[in-house]
Every structure is written in structure tokens, then in C-alpha cells.
């Protein structure tokens, strides 16, 4: 079974903190994100990635960066953590290319609820 | 105007009954359409995919897909307290772009009640 693990399922900041997300999978996906998901706004994509060292913005990359030194590990980073970055953040991930259409399955993490203050 | 539209709900139907869930989109290149299903505190997963118009069965669930008009649902028959959560739609352009790029629908709150 694949797995996505994230580093805390639950996380409290303070404003103008750094903040750092941490998603790894073990199932060798090439392609990884990082979403927000708000009530009534759905998931939205803030980054993805499609190779180690290789990022994509997403819709909402505003205050928000990642990083992918290794193929299993994406990194979201809050720069200066603001209270409308509360919220739940969840990381995916996707074989790629490789595997034909049900390749392109995301798999999702169980989420870490940021609550800034 | 948003790509994916999907009613937020919350629905709130008895057990056994017909459960439909739609969502409509504005883009035509969308040519490959997913139900995720997300229970409480947990990250969505995979129910349906589908890349062709017309319907497709698993089990209880129903996935339809009208291209023409631009419209995707997922019928739930018998519904049972255990498919209490919320479903979202996702799409996607071509097969092989953006690295598996997905379009969440904003995802519908369903609740079944005993």
C-alpha cells in the first residue's frame, strides 16, 4: 500500500514564525503536492513537483515555498507564518508518467491542521 | 468563474436511499474525471475514475460523465451511514502534462442517517 506520512497532524505557530511541513512517500511517486483545503474553498494547489529539485506553483503560491532535495520528501515552507495561512494542509502524491492513466491517482496524506495565532 | 463547480451541501438523506452528486466544469480539455471520497480527519482517496463519456459501475457507486454538457455525477444506491462524507470531483486536462495536475471541485458534505 502506498503511504504518505506527514509530520505533525496537528501544529500551532505563531505570526512571523517559519514554518516547515514535511510529506514523505515511500512508493518511489515521481510526482508530489502540497494543497490547502478551507471550508466552501475546496482544495487548492499551492505547489507541486515533478522530479527531485524540480517545483511548480501552483494557484496559491503566495507566502508559501517548498523544497524536494530527494524523491521522497517535498518540504512546505511558511516563510513568515500569517493567521489567514490557518488552515489544513494536505500533501499527495502520484506515480507519473510512467504508469499509464490510473498513474495519475493521487494519494493523499492524513493532513496537518496549522493553526496560527 | 471556477473551473470545477460542486454544490458544498450538506446533503442529509436517510439510509437506503439514492444518493446523487454532480458537479459541472467550464473547460472541454478536461478529459479525465476522479471521485475522492474523504471521511472526517482523513485525507481524500481515490472511489472512481473515468476518462470516457457515459457510465461506469463499482458495487453501489456511479460514475457518469457527460461531455457535451460539461457535467460529472456519482450515484451512490442503498446508501449506508458508512458513505457519511464528503466527495469531491477532480479533473484533468490531458493525460501526460503538469506532472498529474489535478482540479478539486470544492466537495460535497454528505451525510446518511440511520
Known amino acids: 500500500d502506498v503511504k504518505v506520512t506527514q509530520s505533525s497532524r496537528y501544529l500551532v505557530k505563531r505570526t512571523g514564525e517559519k514554518v516547515f511541513l514535511e510529506c514523505v512517500q515511500d512508493?518511489?511517486?515521481?510526482?508530489m503536492f502540497w494543497y490547502r483545503q478551507d471550508p466552501g474553498l475546496g482544495l487548492r494547489l499551492i505547489y507541486f513537483?515533478?522530479?527531485?529539485?524540480?517545483?511548480e506553483k501552483g494557484d496559491i503560491p503566495e507566502g508559501y515555498s517548498v523544497s524536494r532535495e530527494k524523491k521522497e520528501r517535498f518540504s512546505l515552507i511558511l516563510e513568515s507564518a500569517s493567521t489567514n495561512q490557518t488552515s489544513m494542509y494536505l500533501c499527495?502524491?502520484?506515480?507519473?508518467?510512467?504508469?499509464?492513466?490510473?498513474?495519475?491517482?493521487?494519494?493523499f496524506g492524513p493532513g496537518t491542521r496549522l493553526t496560527v495565532t | 468563474q471556477k473551473e470545477v463547480e460542486q454544490d458544498p451541501g450538506p446533503l442529509s438523506v436517510p439510509e437506503g436511499a439514492i444518493v446523487s452528486l454532480n458537479c459541472t466544469y467550464s473547460?472541454?480539455?478536461?478529459?479525465?474525471f476522479m471521485w475522492y471520497r474523504q471521511y472526517s480527519r482523513k485525507g481524500p482517496e481515490l472511489l472512481m475514475y473515468?476518462?470516457?463519456?457515459g457510465n461506469k459501475e463499482d458495487g453501489r457507486f456511479t460514475a457518469q460523465v457527460d461531455k457535451s454538457s460539461k457535467y460529472i455525477s456519482l450515484f451512490i444506491r442503498d446508501s449506508q451511514p458508512s458513505d457519511s462524507a464528503t466527495y469531491l470531483c477532480?479533473?484533468?486536462?490531458?493525460?501526460?502534462?503538469?506532472?498529474?495536475?489535478?482540479?478539486f471541485g470544492q466537495g460535497t458534505e454528505l451525510s446518511v442517517k440511520p
Open positions: 473515468t476518462y470516457s463519456s
Open positions: 477532480a479533473m484533468k486536462y490531458r493525460l501526460y502534462n503538469q506532472g498529474g495536475k489535478l482540479i
Open positions: 512508493m518511489d511517486h515521481e510526482n
Open positions: 513537483s515533478y522530479d527531485v529539485k524540480m517545483k
Open positions: 473547460n472541454s480539455a478536461f478529459q479525465y
Open positions: 499527495a502524491s502520484s506515480l507519473g508518467l510512467a504508469g499509464g492513466p490510473s498513474s495519475y491517482e493521487q494519494y
